[in-house]
Structure formats: structure tokens, C-alpha cells
């Protein structure tokens, strides 16, 4: 017995991992600039500046779609965070601007991408009701809120498949908290504003 078949399977067996590992290495490397792309569109969002948030939007889809074509079924797992963000970016500024939220097939993602993107678009909803409130704007953080709260509805059932999209249950469980704070805060608003306008009209 020897060996004479088992080097050249190993060197054709490492010659291919070396391949994987250098497009992982280059996925993990570039589609940092997605992610951070991704992020400046949200904090435009924050701002009310939607047509550069559109722009950064657009540039994040871009470099997703060039990454994609670089990635391997193997890879793919590696492309679930900047899809995630792109998710989360998309879906704001929709929400923002009072249209539809993009399916999955709409944004090019991948299922697992779009659950997560979706569950962390509950985080700045939260984020963007705060800063509608603060500025006395009720009626939009009502309106938001609802939008919120639907997303959650829908996005509950996926607490069972935890095992195969990531963070689903944990992110869900997060989300719930984040939605019983700003009911609260809504309720708290809308009483407060009740009660103002009742004593301004007793004063009339």
C-alpha cells in the first residue's frame, strides 16, 4: 500500500479550499463598503435626507450585485450581513415615504437576508417615532407605528425557523420589548395631548 493517489487528490483538494478561502477572504473584505454604505443611508433616513439616502441605496445595490456574481453556493452565508443592511435600508425609506415595502425578489436578496433585514428595520422605526414625537408629530408616529407593528405580526411566526435563519428568535424577542416601549409612548403622547387640548379649551 502507498500513497502514489493520495498527494495529487490532497494538492487538487487544497489548490480548491485555497480558491474558497481567498473569495471569502475578498467577500469579507469588500462587503464591508456594502454594509457601511448600507449604514449611511440609514443615518440620511434619520436626517430627512432621502434622496441622498436613495443615492447611498443605490451605490450599496451596485456593489452587491458585483459581489454577487464573485460568490459561490458555498460562500453565500458570507453575503447574508450587507444584504441584511441593504434590507434594512431599503425598507426605511420606503417606510418614510409611505409606499410598499420591496419584496425579496425586488431587492435581490437572499430569504434569510430579507427576515433579518426586515426585523432590524423595527429598530430604527422605534429610533424614527421617538424623533416624530419629540417634535410633536403624533399623527406620523402613529402612522409609522402601525407599519411597525404589522411588521412584527408578520415577522413572529419566524421565531420557529431560528435554527435556520440566525438570530431570528433572538432579534424577534428584541423587537417585541421595542414595540411595547413606543405603544407606551404613543399612549403617554396622545394623553398628554388630550389633556392640553382640554385645558385650552376650558380657557377659551
Given at each position: ?7 495529487p487528490s490532497?494538492n ?5 479550499l485555497a ?7 475578498f ?5 464591508r463598503e456594502?454594509i457601511i ?5 440609514i443615518?440620511s433616513?434619520?436626517?430627512g435626507?432621502?434622496k ?8 450599496a ?10 460568490t459561490t453556493?458555498?460562500?453565500q ?6 444584504e441584511q443592511?441593504?434590507?434594512?435600508a431599503?425598507s426605511?425609506?420606503a417606510?418614510?415615504e ?5 419584496s425579496e425578489?425586488?431587492?435581490?436578496v ?11 428595520c ?17 399623527d ?5 407605528f ?7 405580526l ?5 421565531s420557529?425557523?431560528?435554527k435556520?435563519v440566525k438570530e ?15 405603544r407606551g409612548?404613543i399612549?403617554?403622547e396622545k ?5 392640553i387640548?382640554a385645558?385650552?379649551?376650558?380657557q377659551?
Amino acid at each position: 500500500m502507498t500513497l502514489k493517489k493520495v498527494k495529487p487528490s490532497l494538492n487538487k483538494i487544497a489548490k480548491s479550499l485555497a480558491e474558497i478561502q481567498d473569495a471569502r477572504e475578498f467577500l469579507l473584505k469588500n462587503t464591508r463598503e456594502v454594509i457601511i454604505i448600507s449604514s449611511k443611508s440609514i443615518i440620511s433616513s434619520h436626517k430627512g435626507d432621502i434622496k441622498i439616502a436613495k443615492n447611498y441605496l443605490k451605490q450599496a445595490d451596485i456593489l452587491l450585485k458585483k459581489y454577487k456574481k464573485k460568490t459561490t453556493p458555498d460562500l453565500q452565508k458570507y453575503m447574508i450581513t450587507p444584504e441584511q443592511e441593504f434590507v434594512e435600508a431599503a425598507s426605511l425609506i420606503a417606510i418614510i415615504e409611505k409606499k410598499e415595502i420591496p419584496s425579496e425578489k425586488e431587492l435581490g436578496v437572499m430569504p434569510e437576508s430579507y427576515v433579518l433585514g426586515l426585523l432590524d428595520c423595527i429598530g430604527e422605526l422605534k429610533r424614527m417615532i421617538f424623533d416624530k414625537i419629540r417634535i410633536g408629530d403624533i399623527d406620523d408616529a402613529t402612522r409609522i407605528f402601525e407599519v411597525m407593528e404589522n411588521l412584527y405580526l408578520n415577522l413572529y411566526p419566524f421565531s420557529m425557523y431560528d435554527k435556520v435563519v440566525k438570530e431570528a428568535r433572538r432579534k424577534i424577542d428584541v423587537d417585541r420589548i421595542l414595540i411595547d416601549d413606543v405603544r407606551g409612548a404613543i399612549t403617554e403622547e396622545k394623553r398628554r395631548s388630550d389633556l392640553i387640548a382640554a385645558l385650552n379649551k376650558l380657557q377659551k
